[in-house]
């Protein structure tokens, strides 16, 4: 962003003619002190709960420390965390592809079966309501809540889905199959948010395009995929942006089934039994942070630069 | 009104003229509140770890003493509230859950801990201790009576003084039903082979041979400590929790190896399962015995409690004999500089006596008193077999994750075994890594 240098009075002036026949310099006492304060803030809270604990963690990353007694007791001891991170800690890789299996899954499946029943339901089919309500149902329970949810259908002993299958699998436990177990109890929540997004974005498109496409004899799927969709492009960053966070910050449902141990393993999982737990590696859990806070970056970087690049054109 | 050109030009045009005029530029009121944005978050973090020095009052015993509890089970938790009443002070219980208790000692510690805590002895307490995070009751202890010298030396930090009060221990062992052991003939095995032998039976029985559980992570430490105690013995125990042994050294991989030839005798798909479901599965009489420690019984109904038996893990090596056991000791600790410590004092004096225990056993008989003058006439068949157990054994183990370091028990020993539990069969690389990691944590 362009940085806003002291601000010469005379184009203001003239961009505020009217409210200069009041009597402005008794508002602009008030002026002074809103902008201040709406300013200050927000951004008071962005570098005392972003930024500083962010770098707080980049700096400890380099430390040993236990977390215990004064910043005295910090021992500084260069990259070595990064290299147990990559080296020496076997749940970190298996993490690393879950978190990435993660976000391919939600990519592919319920994102796209979102935008699918979005699509549908806005064709005004009949009982378009109920149908929207039933998919956008999970979206309001905590993905806690979706994982004591899913247990009911998953249990090895009592669960739905070994009695109808007349199976024994064991779909929490077993670490071959509990990561899409969870995947699918994730998904069920995602493809309803999804929906309700696209959903949002398709009422918003002008009719008339569509009936001009209809005019010109383009069959529907060709209206959806050359009209809709570009039209729809702000609705389509949001949401690979909200797939992202969302399979970046993917915790608290593994969390409630086995504390991310046991072939639920991901980068949030093991940064918090490193810093939260009894053990207090804190420097090593910072790295691990430290860690999934570049993946993140990536992303952000790529979705900026999209956004700015769509601005420019 | 000319359209702005650039963004910075629009935002520009929305300032009042006299603000412009005032000479605020954006780039030093962002320098100001970045200043003094780190100023307050400075300061604040200095105050978050200097620890809780608001407290160090002297106060009073007719004042209220707070008294945070990790026993949120419902027998327990009853238990030490009849004894917290019996106490004649007043004391505010904060319950935590069990689990949750443990992973947040750090900063519940660090915070604003109540006076008196339920914790563990051993390392466990010591690593607290020795980090300034509990306070000396030693006086207190110079006050107790029936206290063993090895409860003494269990509840004594690193440099000397005391900081624990032992309330109670239970035992590690197989556990089974003495009604389904009586129906099908079964006779406690003495050594490995015989627990072969008899595991083999009861799969021809129809039964599970051992129920097994680790979900949680813990259950199986006790395995790996009952196997590792008969094989190698109890200072090896000791050392190799300590650090210095190896963990990938032919002692432990002998411990691994057993275990993987007892593997198949374990109920099936433990990961998934939590401890009380497996319990749960001895007291349906699906199981003929478990590897757990005497609280095994919280899962059963009062009146099955009395069919419940158990056994000390057989002798492997004739060498090392069955001497060595496990079994924890629970207790309370004051935190540093307590708010009202002659409260805190009072309270822990309390707890040290045979009157406190006899109310907290009479609550829940799945443990025994630590203090030898502990009323044993009300206590059943199994806790007077408990108290014989452990008064003859050679030497007294608490548990991997109490003798050990608590990053080393909870970010390497955990998954590491639920790994052995997966893939039995990579004894080496899993020994090996194991030891690395071990290496990286114990230089501090």
């Known amino acids: 962003m362009t940085d806003l240098p002291t601000v010469p009075a005379a184009p203001a002036e003239a961009a505020v003619p009217r409210r200069r026949l009041g009597s402005r310099v008794r508002v602009s006492g008030t002026d002074r002190v809103l902008l201040f304060v709406m300013v200050a803030i927000p951004l008071a809270m962005v570098v005392l709960w972003v930024w500083l604990p962010a770098i707080a963690s980049v700096v400890l990353s380099f430390a040993r420390w236990t977390g215990v007694g004064g910043l005295d007791t910090i021992e500084w001891i260069g990259t070595e965390n990064y290299k147990n991170v990559f080296t020496n800690y076997p749940p970190f890789a298996p993490a690393l592809r879950h978190n990435l299996i993660w976000l391919v899954f939600l990519f592919v499946l319920p994102t796209l079966f979102g935008i699918f029943l979005a699509v549908l339901l806005d064709r005004e089919l009949r009982g378009t309501r109920f149908y929207q309500t039933a998919f956008f149902l999970p979206v309001v329970l905590s993905l806690a809540l979706i994982g004591f949810i899913w247990q009911l259908m998953y249990s090895r002993d009592q669960g739905l889905l070994n009695a109808v299958l007349g199976t024994q699998i064991d779909w929490y436990g077993d670490s071959k199959v509990n990561l899409w177990a969870v995947l699918v109890a994730a998904g069920w929540k995602h493809a309803g948010y999804i929906m309700l997004l696209y959903l949002a974005g398709l009422k918003g498109v002008d009719p008339s395009l569509r009936e001009a496409a209809a005019v010109d004899g383009a069959s529907p799927a060709r209206t959806f995929f050359s009209v809709v969709l570009p039209v729809m492009r702000p609705i389509n960053i949001i949401i690979i942006v909200v797939t992202v966070i969302e399979s970046l910050r993917a915790f608290d449902i593994v969390w409630v089934i086995n504390k991310g141990t046991n072939g639920l393993e991901l980068i949030s999982t093991l940064v918090t039994s490193n810093v939260v737990g009894e053990a207090s590696r804190i420097g090593f859990g910072s790295a691990l942070a430290t860690i999934m806070l570049v993946i993140s970056l990536v992303f952000i970087t790529i979705f900026l630069s999209t956004v700015m690049r769509g601005e420019r054109r | ?364 008989n799945t443990v025994i008193g630590a203090s030898s003058e502990a009323d044993a006439s009300a206590y059943t068949g199994l806790q007077k077999k408990a108290v014989e157990f452990i008064g003859s054994a050679e030497s007294i183990a608490q548990f991997l994750d109490r003798d050990t370091r608590p990053d080393f028990a909870s970010t390497v020993m955990l998954p590491g075994l639920q790994t052995f539990i997966k893939n039995p069969n990579d004894i080496d690389g899993l020994t090996k890594s194991l030891e690395s990691q071990k290496k990286s944590i114990f230089t501090s």
């Open chain 2, 1 to 364: 009104m000319s359209r702005p050109r650039s963004e910075s030009e629009y935002l520009a045009s929305l300032i009042p003229p006299s603000v412009a005029a005032a000479g605020l530029s954006r780039r030093g009121f962002l320098k100001g509140t970045l200043g003094a944005g780190a100023a307050l978050s400075l300061s604040s973090l200095l105050a978050a770890c200097g620890g809780g020095d608001d407290g160090g009052g002297s106060g009073s015993a007719s004042q209220e003493v707070t008294f945070g509890s990790n026993q949120s089970d419902a027998v327990p938790k009853k238990a030490y509230a009849d004894m917290l009443a019996a106490s004649g002070l007043t004391v505010k219980v904060n319950t935590i859950e069990h689990e949750t208790f443990q992973e947040n000692i750090n900063n519940y510690l660090q915070g604003n801990p109540d006076d008196v805590f339920t914790w563990f002895a051993g390392y466990r307490m010591q690593f607290f201790a020795a980090q300034g995070l509990a306070g000396d009751i030693s006086d207190v202890w110079g006050g107790l009576s029936g206290m063993s010298e090895a409860l003494k030396k269990a509840s004594t930090g690193e440099d000397g003084k005391q900081y624990f009060v032992p309330l109670t221990t239970y035992p590690w062992g197989l556990f089974y039903r003495k009604s389904v052991w009586e129906e099908k003939g079964y006779q406690e095995p003495k050594t490995l082979d015989e627990l072969v032998t008899l595991a083999k039976q009861m799969q021809t029985d129809g039964l599970i041979p051992i129920a097994f559980a680790d979900k949680d992570g813990w259950p199986a430490m006790g395995t790996f400590d009952q196997l590792n105690l008969r094989i190698n013995g109890y200072q090896f125990h000791v050392d190799l929790m300590a650090g210095k042994e190896a963990w990938d050294s032919a002692e432990v991989k002998k411990v691994f190896d057993t275990w993987r030839g007892l593997l198949p005798y374990h109920q099936e798909d433990a990961l998934g399962r939590e401890w009380q479901e497996a319990a749960q599965a001895l007291q349906k009489k699906q199981a003929g015995m478990y590897l757990l420690g005497m609280f095994v019984g919280e899962q059963f109904p009062e009146k099955d409690r009395e069919d419940l038996d158990f056994f000390t893990f057989p002798e492997i090596d004739p060498a090392i004999g069955t001497g060595a056991i496990e079994a924890p000791i629970d207790g309370l600790m004051m935190r540093a500089e307590p708010k009202n410590e002659e409260g805190a004092k009072q309270l822990l004096k309390f707890a040290g006596t045979a009157e406190a225990e006899n109310v907290l056993l009479k609550a829940n």
